[in-house]
């Protein structure tokens, strides 16, 4: 069953990056990212209470719970420089960098967790990073000024950071509830955006948000809730280093939706790095 959630994970997280687009668009990307946490801290504590996991909390021991907190800290600067980088950049440009945090994640399955290697995620991860590098050449006809990499630097901080989520998120939802754990984590996240948002003084320009872009920020925090959900329930019962890569396919979901709804164009060269990522991909299953 970790399977599928894994899957559903991959589906929901591919569409969060189209919504989160279209609703950061005309928005600052912090205030954007700290009203989508109201949404996902709703939804994830609706299903704490609807499942009844909150009559094991007394459980949760205190090394667990230390985990929780600092895979929260660790999603909610993710997020930070992931929707930042959305609002510089590319979405078929930014994704592929981000999901590279597959190839840390692994590393430090195999370093932390003691997860074994196989010769087939040696091959996928040298498919993965040549594919990444691939995806996100610029063109001939693109300038390379310092605003314009701007994206890259979010970008890249973002896949680090979701490495260490992925990692920490592994040992602290242990003997956990799923539902409980995402739960944890998500108000570590909440209390985080907003902190940035009010430091910023950015929470005044909620007023000025329009109605188009509050539907998307909603959708894409209810997507956000869902894909959290299946993945820590994958997490919690399969191996990090497999169920991460699966997880990551939401590239292909993204990237799909990208063309068909933002009209972001791709490459050849392009479109053979994605060849090559998701190739990258189904090969560290193995």
């Not at 209470?49 to 007394?58: K, L, P």
């Not at 909610?76 to 981000?98: E, R």
Request: charge should be positive; aromatic fraction near 12%; hydrophobic fraction near 55%.
């Amino acid at each position: 069953m970790w399977l599928l959630y894994a899957f559903g994970s991959a589906l929901f997280a591919g569409m969060t990056s189209i919504l989160a687009k279209i609703g950061v668009k005309n928005i600052d990307s912090n205030l954007a990212t700290a009203l989508r946490t109201i949404i996902v801290l709703i939804f994830s504590w609706l299903m704490v209470f609807i499942v009844g996991s909150q009559y094991t909390m007394e459980a949760v021991s205190a090394h667990s719970l230390v985990f929780l907190l600092l895979s929260g800290g660790a999603t909610g600067a993710s997020w930070l420089c992931y929707f930042k980088a959305l609002q510089l950049g590319d979405i078929n440009k930014v994704t592929p960098i981000d999901k590279s945090s597959t190839i840390l994640t692994i590393l430090l399955a195999f370093l932390i967790l003691g997860e074994i290697p196989t010769l087939w995620m040696g091959i996928g991860i040298i498919l993965l990073i040549s594919g990444t590098y691939l995806m996100i050449q610029r063109r001939e006809s693109e300038h390379s000024d310092i605003k314009s990499k701007s994206w890259l630097f979010y970008a890249v901080l973002s896949a680090v950071f979701a490495a260490l989520t992925s990692i920490l998120g592994k040992v602290g939802i242990q003997g956990v509830e799923s539902n409980l754990g995402t739960a944890i984590r998500t108000i570590v996240v909440f209390v985080m955006a907003w902190g940035i948002v009010f430091f910023q003084k950015k929470h005044v320009f909620i007023k000025d948000i329009d109605l188009k872009s509050w539907i998307f920020i909603i959708l894409s925090g209810l997507a956000t809730g869902l894909s959290w959900l299946c993945y820590y329930r994958a997490l919690q019962e399969g191996k990090a280093s497999v169920v991460v890569p699966i997880d990551k396919l939401s590239i292909v979901v993204t990237i799909t939706f990208s063309c068909l709804f933002l009209k972001e164009s791709l490459s050849r060269k392009a479109f053979a790095g994605l060849l090559l990522v998701i190739s990258g991909t189904i090969l560290l299953l193995f």
